[in-house]
Every structure is written in C-alpha cells, then in structure tokens.
C-alpha cells in the first residue's frame, strides 16, 4: 500500500509569506504528527492530529498551525515566515494513538529567503 | 524536560566491521523507543522497543532496550556501504493526551568500502 505522501517537495517562500503543506498519511491510518528538521536542532515536534482533533503541540510559535480532514490528510501553515523556518516539514503516520511505530513522508524542504 | 541524547555523534568504519550505536532518555510517560535510518529525507523505521531486555533482530541489525538504565543500543554487524547514513532514536512519550516522539540528533555513520 501507499506510504505516506508529502507535497509539495521543494518550496521557496519570501520573509512575510505564508505555507501550507500538505501530508496524506498511509490509508487506514488516523494520527499524523508534524515534525521541522534543522541541522542545529535536529528533529522537534510540531505538533499531532487524531480524528481531526490537534491532541499536542510542540514548544513552536502560534506562526504554526495545523488542521486534519476527515480522510485523515493533514496540512500545516506557517504564516508570516521567518528565514528560520527553513528546514525540512516531516510528517509521520501511525495506526493508532499510542505504541505503533511512526511512518514518515519524503518531506518537505522549505526555504525562505 | 524531555531529552534524548545519541552517541557518538559521527563514527567511520570500514565495510565489516560492526558497530554499536547508543543512545540514552529521559522521557516523560515513557512508552517504546524507537530507531529509525535517515539517507536522504524520510526516516525509515527500524525497531521499536517496548520491552527491556527483549533483543529484536532485522538481518545485520539487533537493538535491545534497557529501560532500568534508560538505554539502547543498536548495533550492525558486518556493515555495508550501504548502511552508511543518519542513525535516529526517539522515546515517545504517551500519556494522557500527549502523545509524541522525542528524537536525540541522531548519529552518522559512514561505511568504507
């Protein structure tokens, strides 16, 4: 089956705009967690959905926000960006809420210049 | 505050040697340790580890938990080029309604053939 998809791949955003990214997670899965990737911090969590509910949420500004669909496919927006957003947005899929291993998408590469 | 910390941070070795990756935590509502491998974007999973003392075993690669002394290890015998990349652990803390991965920085590891 398919794994996780992450669209889009690349992006290149100006000071000041905002995103939006995109995570189909595996079919029949319900929780999608966010995590940025940074060579200085490595992975940190965003934040996680279940049923379209946001259950936890990282130590990052209220710049980040998320949403989940009823399918499950999650986006997260980053407004007013800031040259160090740019890192690499992975999301993880898991088939249930707790002790399941966590499977991640390609990734997003996000730079803001 | 949660933390996960890998050792060593970087590590050479030529193709059959075998190599142990550490890696120790301190997580809140501790649940399951997971190993995941990181060439280009996604993290791939490798092992998730809920038990102490139980050794789980995926061809070269065995990972065992210590959850006495709040510690893994993996380790990959008779290594290959094509190991050579980024080594993640992660505890996932669950509880409540938290429930998210806490990632060290991970250790890389470059194969010489």
């Given at each position: 089956k398919a794994g996780v998809t992450q669209t889009p791949r690349y992006l290149i955003k100006t000071r000041g705009q905002q995103v939006t990214l995109s995570c189909s997670p595996i079919s029949g899965h319900r929780s999608v967690s966010w995590y940025q990737q940074t060579p200085g911090q490595g992975l940190q969590f965003l934040f996680e959905y279940f049923s379209e509910t946001q259950r936890n949420k990282g130590?990052?500004?209220?710049r980040f926000s998320g949403r989940q669909f009823s399918n499950s496919r999650s986006e997260m927006n980053v407004s007013?960006?800031?040259?160090?957003?740019?890192a690499l947005y992975l999301c993880a899929s898991a088939s249930?809420?707790?002790?399941t291993e966590a499977f991640f998408g390609q990734g997003t590469r996000l730079t803001v210049v | 505050e949660d933390k996960v910390v890998q050792s060593p941070l970087s590590l050479v070795v030529h193709e059959g040697d075998t190599v142990t990756l550490n890696c120790s935590y301190e997580v809140t509502n501790f649940r399951s340790l997971l190993w995941y491998k990181q060439e280009k974007k996604a993290p791939t999973f490798l092992f998730m580890l809920t038990s102490s003392g139980i050794e789980k075993k995926s061809g070269r690669l065995s990972s065992i938990l210590d959850k006495k002394e709040l510690f893994s290890i993996l380790n990959i015998t008779a290594t290959q080029t094509g190991d050579s990349a980024v080594y993640l652990c992660a505890g996932l803390n669950y509880g409540g309604a938290t429930n998210k991965l806490i990632f060290g920085t991970g250790t890389l590891l470059a194969v010489q053939p």
């Open positions: 130590n990052f500004p209220g007013t960006l800031e040259l160090g957003d740019s249930r809420t707790a002790n | -």
